[in-house]
């Protein structure tokens, strides 16, 4: 394992990993944490290190840990990783011990990247024949890796199935808030940025937007609330 620290510039032999085989993908969230996937004779292993790279524990091969490919979700302290054969999807917040899978409804992802904590994607094998079947997929979910007080929290908004006009509360939030709308792509089709003193109802008007399932979020300082809207 070699470790650069001036940019590529020069590298030094970070850590020798005995019964290591081959080294295949590595992955940091920060300077100090981060996961690399191998093998270890003909076994697929992980293995973790907390500081820097220095020295590095094996894990083994933890369920619905997926060796095709591991990643850091930006932003956060989780990594997600994936699989062909044993066809996973799956991330973790406790640096590789523990894995939860995403399901990903039977597909073999093959790469997987985030550019955020909303925002990622996974690739697969392209189908020529079925259309839809295939390429590349999108993260659509809830933000990931925020902190425990800042847990997303579901906001009321009605009606919901609406024709665009929806009605729901601010929180109060003295030191101000944001209200962000996305699209099913990630694309944010309203934004706003306001101070509120006390809880305030508010009425947004999306009728310009077409139809289909978008995901509302509010942020303060202290909580945020997430809602997803449907537009007929």
């Known amino acids: 394992m070699f470790k650069s620290t001036d940019a590529g510039s020069t590298w030094t032999v970070s850590a020798a990993m005995a019964g290591v085989t081959e080294v295949s993908r590595i992955a940091f969230t920060d300077a100090n944490n981060g996961l690399c996937s191998g093998t270890s004779g003909t076994a697929s ?7 820097g790279g220095a020295t590095w524990t094996n894990l083994g091969q933890p369920i619905n840990c997926g060796f095709n490919d591991i990643a850091p979700i930006t932003g956060t302290s989780w990594f997600a990783s994936v699989s062909n054969p044993s066809l996973s999807i799956a991330y973790t917040t406790d640096n590789g011990v523990t894995w939860n899978s995403w399901g990903g409804s039977n597909i073999g992802y093959l790469q997987v990247g985030f550019a955020d904590n909303v925002t990622g ?108 809207i449907v537009i007929e």
Request: proline share 4%; no cysteine; glycine share 10%.
């Open 121 to 228: 994607w996974a690739g697969t094998f392209s189908d020529g024949v079925t259309v839809g079947l295939g390429g590349v997929y999108k993260f659509s979910g809830l933000p990931l890796g925020i902190t425990s007080n800042l847990a997303p929290k579901a906001i009321e908004v009605y009606p919901n199935p609406s024709n665009g006009i929806v009605h729901f509360n601010l929180p109060a939030a003295k030191s101000g808030l944001t209200v962000t709308i996305t699209d099913a792509l990630g694309n944010v089709v309203y934004t706003e940025k306001t101070i509120t003193t006390t809880l305030e109802n508010r009425t947004l008007k999306l009728d310009n937007l077409a139809s289909g399932i978008y995901l509302m979020n509010i942020t303060t300082q202290e909580q945020k609330f997430v809602q997803k």
């Open 45 to 51: 292993n992980l293995w973790q290190t907390t500081n």
